[in-house]
């Protein structure tokens, strides 16, 4: 599913679309408690019990009282011997009976396990079929995203619950085993009347109407999906029919709408062909009988139902907008429906592929630089929010609060973009490709899936799943220093990189780094190192002598750096959005290339002892280049350490900015071999007062080198203890002294003392 948060002015129009999910649904049932033992321990009755198929016979006339009635018959083999009762999840609907070959069973049930004795002992290889029939309203879910709604004409289930446990969410309509391993074969009876219809998984088998005017739709699902998967849909439904062909031969495209929307649908989606040939080629052929939407009343996300997405009508409001969550929704049908993640802590694999294939989407549209743009974008929202949001997690452990939360989304999307940049592209693609189609229908986890793409590439991809997807933080890598050396028609480059943390435990192992080589007419050139551990050398023959070096200068890696370039030809502001710094150029009357990088990462410390400063502990900026000589600019850099959201320049500064603004100041260093100092040439102003955390630092002549914000602050002075048990330093004579004695102070200690005065003079110098 697609996550969504919107504010709207009416029910038809949305304002706004981002990453974060709530649903609006119309109820008022209470909340369940799903987190008992039976519930946590759900996908191991999939280890006792096969269900082979679930038969769904639903009613779904009610909308006055917003109730379903029918039956569902789950046929089912057992996997071992001595198997005598049938233990299915459904929430809070009304039981009528069930039978097993027309013979009544006993049950008990609390609302959330239904437990049915089968009168009978079944071994491995019986299949037999139980019946259950019920009624009533069936659940939302208690966090507003998920369950079955009845609203506004239409009645439409969402597969999952964001606050349920387990979150799968069939349970909310029909008997099953509710998890996430369990794929079964669907057969859907529904009946509709008053001018609607029924939509469902699969293909349209039998459609006929009676003379009372019910109507009676079979849909047929024959590939094998999970319950959460399973899907209805009713409405005064039309439909637009479409085909695409595909890999494999022509497949149908179902579009239902009201009829007074379907212009506006097909508007929205004039690039589904695209977006299905661009995931046919990176990802193999697409393996359903159709692609399907059904438009519905809520505003905060879609859902992947296979072959029946449920997907909000606002966004498909006759323009171009929102064509990103189609590419989501549709990509499921590769990652989660088709191979789907074994457990919910491990979501990254469904949801964070998802939101990486937004990005293939948009790379198969409008190229590899709109590819690029949409990962920074998401980057460097990852560094600024996601730990302060969710605390550091995991990619492969994520707690159950945040199985659809920004780091399963975006940090998992941050990680395949990295895992390409890792394989480069054809050993990338290729990779995914075979893994795709080794666990089609299946379910895996993270380890299956870094065993596959080890395998089908012949790269050892451990290293990268423990540093990526089994630890938290991030990786930082920066240039402490490069030497040229010339050679008879290219130039030997020495190159030292250094490896820093932020909010990670280990550091990463064999990490392939391109370092980026510019000349001062801007000729280019690059090579590939692998770096493993916090420091690293390596010499690079060079066709030129460079003028400019960088690390990871293409974003192929999304460590914690948030960098922008480009080459400026003209006075004026030049915008450096993605790095949170602006450029006021002065003067200019040639090309400069310049590269500003946001660090999220701590700086390097101070090395003089007595500078009474508190660096930043999260991040600093780099600006780099090759300039002009008539380049004159200024800069412009936000702070805020306010704590009240999550957009903008919020949290950056939270961290520093413990006191009053006043005591902000700029420091400045050319290079890693330099020393931080306060930058004699900038201004600072007060958004507001000067204790509300946020302002501005105007840069009033920029140049090249590192910028921190700092806070004065006179317990960072450290003054060494003068030793006063050194036995060597004073004398004392004669001993014993009967009527006076003689003391001689080394003269080494009179200098030292003299040093810790000074010290303190400036000191003092710099606090008034």
Not at 65 to 87: D, E, H, R, S, W
Not at 278 to 307: D, I, K, Q
């Amino acid at each position: 599913m697609k996550k969504v948060i919107s504010s709207l002015l009416c029910i038809a129009a949305f304002a706004s679309f981002s990453n974060a999910q709530t649903c609006q649904l119309n109820k008022n049932h209470h909340a369940v408690d799903l987190s008992s033992k039976e519930m946590r321990a759900s996908n191991l009755r999939s280890d006792t019990i096969d269900v082979l198929n679930y038969t769904i016979n639903l009613n779904i006339t009610d909308f006055t009282n917003a109730t379903i009635a029918g039956n569902t018959q789950v046929k089912f083999t057992p996997k071992q011997n001595g198997i005598t009762v049938l233990n299915l999840d459904l929430l809070e609907l009304i039981i009528d009976s069930i039978e097993l070959n027309s013979n009544n069973l006993t049950y008990t049930y609390n609302d959330t396990l239904l437990a049915v004795n089968l009168g009978t002992t079944l071994n491995v290889n019986d299949t037999s079929i139980v019946t259950v029939y019920y009624h009533g309203s069936p659940q939302g879910d208690a966090s507003n995203w998920g369950g079955f709604d009845f609203a506004s004409g239409y009645a439409y289930n969402l597969g999952v619950g964001f606050a349920a446990n387990p979150h799968v969410y069939g349970r909310v309509w029909f008997p099953c085993f509710d998890n996430f391993v369990e794929r079964s074969t669907y057969e859907f009876n529904i009946i509709t009347n008053a001018g609607k219809t029924s939509y469902c998984n699969g293909y349209l088998a039998h459609d006929t109407t009676d003379g009372s005017g019910n109507r009676t739709r079979k849909w047929i699902m024959n590939e094998q999906i999970t319950t959460y998967l399973a899907s209805v849909a009713v409405a005064a439904y039309t439909q637009v029919n479409q085909v695409y062909n595909g890999i494999n031969g022509p497949v149908p495209i179902v579009l239902a709408a009201l009829p007074a929307d379907t212009t506006n649908f097909k508007n929205s989606f004039v690039n589904l062909n695209n977006a299905l040939s661009t995931f046919e080629n990176r990802f193999g052929p697409y393996m359903w009988n159709r692609v399907g939407y059904c438009l519905v009343p809520f505003n905060s996300g879609a859902m992947e139902h296979a072959t029946n997405i449920a997907y909000p009508k606002a966004t498909a409001n006759g323009t171009l907008q929102y064509q990103t969550l189609y590419a989501h929704e549709l990509s499921h049908h590769w990652f989660g429906d088709l191979a789907t993640c074994r457990t919910a802590e491990d979501m990254w694999l469904n949801e964070g592929w998802a939101r990486y294939c937004e990005y293939i989407f948009t790379e198969g549209l409008s190229g590899y630089p709109a590819y690029l743009n949409s990962v920074r974008t998401t980057h460097e929202a990852n560094l600024q929010f996601n730990i302060v949001k969710e605390g550091n997690l995991t990619l492969s452990n994520i707690p159950h609060e945040y199985t659809y939360g920004d780091h399963v989304y975006d940090k998992g999307a941050d990680v395949a973009h990295t895992m390409r940049g890792y394989m480069g592209d054809s050993l990338f693609f290729h990779s995914v490709k075979t893994y795709l189609s080794q666990h089609n229908y299946t379910d895996v986890s993270s380890n299956d899936f870094l065993n596959s793409l080890t395998a089908a590439s012949g790269l050892d991809m451990s290293d990268f799943f423990n540093d990526w997807v089994n630890n938290p933080g991030w990786c930082h890598f920066s240039i402490d220093s490069f030497t040229v050396v010339p050679q008879t028609g290219n130039y030997q480059v020495t190159v030292s990189l250094k490896q820093k943390l932020t909010s990670a435990p280990n550091y990463y192992q064999n990490v392939p780094l391109n370092i980026t080589f510019k000349d001062a007419t801007f000729n280019e050139f690059t090579s590939q190192v692998v770096m493993s551990g916090q420091f690293g050398t390596y010499t690079i023959t060079v066709p030129f002598n460079p003028a400019f070096v960088a690390v990871n200068m293409d974003e192929k890696i999304s460590h914690a750096v948030a960098p922008f370039y480009k080459v400026i030809k003209t006075a004026g502001t030049h915008n450096f959005t993605n790095a949170k710094m602006n450029l006021i150029v002065n003067s200019i009357s040639d090309s400069a290339f310049v590269r500003i990088e946001h660090n999220y990462t701590a700086p390097d410390s101070i090395k003089a002892w007595y500078q009474p400063y508190r660096l930043s502990p999260n991040h600093y900026w780099k600006v780099d280049g090759i300039l002009p000589a008539t380049f004159k600019a200024k800069a412009t850099i936000s702070y805020d350490g306010r704590t009240t959201g999550f957009s903008g320049n919020l949290w950056l500064d939270n961290l520093l900015i413990t006191g009053f603004e006043d005591s902000l100041v700029l420091m400045h260093r050319k290079n890693a071999a330099d020393d931080w100092t306060v930058y004699p040439y900038y201004t600072r102003n007060y958004q507001g007062s000067n204790n509300d955390k946020r302002g501005q630092m105007v840069i009033d002549t920029l140049e090249l080198g590192e910028y921190v914000l700092a806070m004065q602050d006179a317990t960072s002075v450290g003054i060494n203890t003068i030793s006063t048990n050194n036995s060597n330093s004073i004398s004392v004579y004669p001993n014993p002294a009967k009527n006076e004695i003689k003391v001689d102070l080394k003269v080494w200690q009179l200098m030292e003392t003299m040093l810790v005065l000074i010290a303190l003079w400036i000191y003092v110098a710099n606090c008034f």
